[in-house]
């Protein structure tokens, strides 16, 4: 199966411009985007990306921001895309309004593994399961970026720190750096039945396993061995995947799509969403079939070639971003009503 990717893992979020900030200053990640819009990244000062103003005023003063957004030069959004409607796949969860959809990576999504960041309008939080129990990275300076904006770590091992993002969810920073090119180093998900999900995952979707542990009901699986790599954790109890539940996308050649399809229908598994084509406007058309393992976490498969195309880097990321979040004024529009948004 070395044809085959692992390509991100889908966040939802509630608050976006905190959840950027952690990604692209706390953790180092840079954007990856792709909405409607014209022009390039504005820079400032230094050849950093310049932070509008409104945005600025949303956190306070202009000296405390520097202090906390620091845009560097290389931290640029991969790829942003907004939608007026919910998503064919349900990439953007059980939600039919406005989304949009940020990818931040450490480099371009040929060769690295990144993080979406789905954020649906009109929802100001998720309640979390026990399901995703974290991603494990290696990066010394996202550890020093951490201590110097002062966001909360806990040295968990030698050398290893648990931070969490906004919403809650757990990343677990080695304070150390690789010489491959991808710091992510595995996504850890809590699964039931330990031999259930290990038979699953290798011998029906074809990972390699990697590291094994009986005892401690774990596993470490993987497509290649320079990919990140899916960790399975046994846990006692039912996995709760509650409203935060995310998905794990890996890409394959297209023409294998009908055939992981087929193979789950012949062995009686889950399949959340038949082969369908999805529309970017402006970008290339991937098909993808959605399914679900024994304990119900959602995993993609997207044709590699066409998705290859989507996923090219945007240059005008950053500034779709900051313009997309410097237009969002759902948080005024809610308290000037005195209401709060609604918990997915």
Not at 63 to 79: H, K, Q, S
Not at 266 to 291: C, F, H, M, W, Y
Not at 323 to 336: G, H, I, L, R, Y
């Amino acid at each position: 199966m070395a044809t085959r990717r692992a390509l991100h893992f889908v966040f939802k979020v509630g608050n976006r411009f905190q959840t950027v900030h952690f990604f692209r200053d706390v953790l180092g990640m840079q954007v990856q985007s792709g909405a409607s819009g014209a022009g390039a990244s504005r820079t400032g000062e230094g050849g950093r990306a310049a932070v509008p103003g409104n945005i600025l005023g949303r956190c306070g003063s202009k000296g405390a921001i520097e202090n906390v957004v620091r845009f560097m030069e290389e931290l640029l959004v991969l790829r942003h895309e907004e939608f007026e409607e919910g998503c064919k796949a349900a990439c953007n969860g059980p939600y039919d309004g406005k989304w949009s959809k940020t990818m931040v990576g450490f480099g371009p999504e040929d060769d690295h593994f990144v993080a979406e960041l789905t954020y649906n309008y009109g929802i100001g939080d998720y309640k979390l399961g026990n399901d995703f129990m974290g991603i494990t990275l290696a990066s010394s300076q996202a550890v020093s970026n951490a201590r110097k904006l002062k966001w909360p770590l806990s040295e968990v091992a030698e050398g290893v720190f648990e931070t969490e993002a906004p919403g809650g969810y757990k990343f677990y920073l080695q304070d150390r750096s690789l010489s491959q090119s991808d710091p992510v180093l595995k996504v850890t998900l809590a699964v039931t039945d330990f031999q259930k999900s290990l038979n699953y995952w290798s011998n029906l979707l074809g990972m390699k396993i990697y590291e094994q542990d009986k005892e401690k009901q774990r596993a470490l699986l993987g497509y290649a061995d320079n990919q990140c790599k899916l960790e399975l954790q046994g846990i006692k109890g039912a996995v709760d995947h509650a409203a935060a539940f995310g998905r794990i996308a890996f890409s394959c050649p297209q023409n294998e799509l009908s055939d992981i399809e087929a193979l789950m229908k012949r062995e009686n598994q889950s399949i959340l969403t038949p082969l369908v084509s999805l529309d970017t406007p402006g970008k290339a058309t991937v098909q993808v079939v959605i399914l679900a393992d024994p304990d119900g976490h959602e995993i993609c498969f997207v044709g590699d070639e066409a998705f290859r195309e989507l996923s090219k880097r945007d240059p005008k990321g950053n500034k779709l971003l900051d313009d997309a979040m410097a237009a969002d004024k759902s948080d005024e529009w809610f308290a000037t009503r005195n209401k709060p948004k609604a918990s997915g």
